[in-house]
């Protein structure tokens, strides 16, 4: 098995894993999308009653949207998140009570008129927990009316909720095999430029695959071709795996849990079937 990576940023990754087959990438795919945990907040409690401000006016508590809208919206807010310093709530010390080592506890007091956005969730205690993504816009406040909310995050896993969804737009397809008569082709007609991703180049009167990484498979240089000259196909053994987070956990640290989890699963099931001997 050969890797090569063609894109790693903090919010993408993008990869071309050889010697394989579609059953080992998918498993990577549905590992990242459905397994890898991340936090989320899950609970959202709503003051009721008037609000006063520093000069003792009072605010209505409420705002446009139904409180179950807000919490949603909420819920969907990336919150960074260290594996390394969090613990599923269930399986905390604390017996599921709620703590620093399973929960972060944030914060929100605006008063209207204004545009409530993910920036002003105050992390109760540590700042280090602030949202990175601080222009998410959650709902908007008319005058006198104002929101007091307390929410808390914690652990979870996609399979059981999308808002612990820690990757998104996860996806994988085989690589192109682009094959380019040079007898028949003459760089005279245009495939290259009917290519939606820029596959394809021409150099004087040669025509290249410069980007094969990039090619889809949609085969519009194939049906341009006047002289049968190009051919384009798949190869399953040999895929492009791609996925983005949505800010919470960087790229690169969703895809080396997701790996773990996959080995660690992989041994348990060797050891069940060792003991079966």
Known sequence: MKIDLLEMTPTKAEFIISDTNPTFVNAIRRTVVADVPKMAISNVEFHLGPIMDEDNKAFESVSPLFDEIVSHR???????????????????S?????????????SLNKKGPCIVYSGDLEPVGN???RVKDDLIPIVKLAE??????????????????ARWQATVGAGYKYAAEIDIDDGKCDAGCSCAEVCPKDVLEKDGRKLTAKHPERCNLCNSCVEMCEVDAIKVTGNPSKLVLRFETDGSMAAKDVLLKGLSMLEERFENLREQFSALE
């Open 74 to 92: 909420l819920s969907l807010i990336p919150i960074p998140t260290d594996l390394e310093h969090f613990n599923f709530k269930s399986k905390c």
């Open 94 to 106: 604390c017996g599921g009570e709620g703590c620093p080592s399973c929960t972060i506890m944030y």
């Open 127 to 129: 700042e280090q927990f």
């Open 144 to 161: 006198d009316q104002a929101l007091l909310v307390y929410a808390t995050a914690e652990l979870g896993t996609g399979k059981n909720h």
